[in-house]
């Protein structure tokens, strides 16, 4: 369910990229965004997530900031 409920949050917030789960059970994936739609994503990956979930850990890779953007919308990769 995590990841039905990223989908939803990414495209209320107008974030592209895509998210996936794992074969150890977690989910990873990469976001873009212009910069208070980016830092509302990552909070609520973070701190909140689906109603359900139980956050553990979150890793985030260094911010790159880019001219333009990579992905047309957010996606689920299955």
């Known amino acids: 369910f995590y990841i039905k ?3 939803r949050r990414a495209q209320k917030l107008g974030v ?4 996936q789960n ?3 059970n ?3 994936g990469e976001i873009e965004a212009y ?11 973070k701190y909140t997530g ?3 979930s139980r956050i553990d850990k979150v890793v985030f890779s260094d911010t790159i900031e880019r001219p333009d953007f990579n992905f047309q919308n ?4 299955v």
């Open 5 to 7: 409920y990223t989908l």
């Open 16 to 19: 592209r990229g895509w998210c």
């Open 22 to 24: 794992t074969k150890t």
């Open 26 to 28: 977690t989910v990873k």
């Open 35 to 45: 910069y208070n739609p980016f830092e509302e994503m990552r909070l609520w990956l």
């Open 50 to 52: 689906s109603p359900t």
């Open 74 to 77: 957010f996606s689920i990769v």
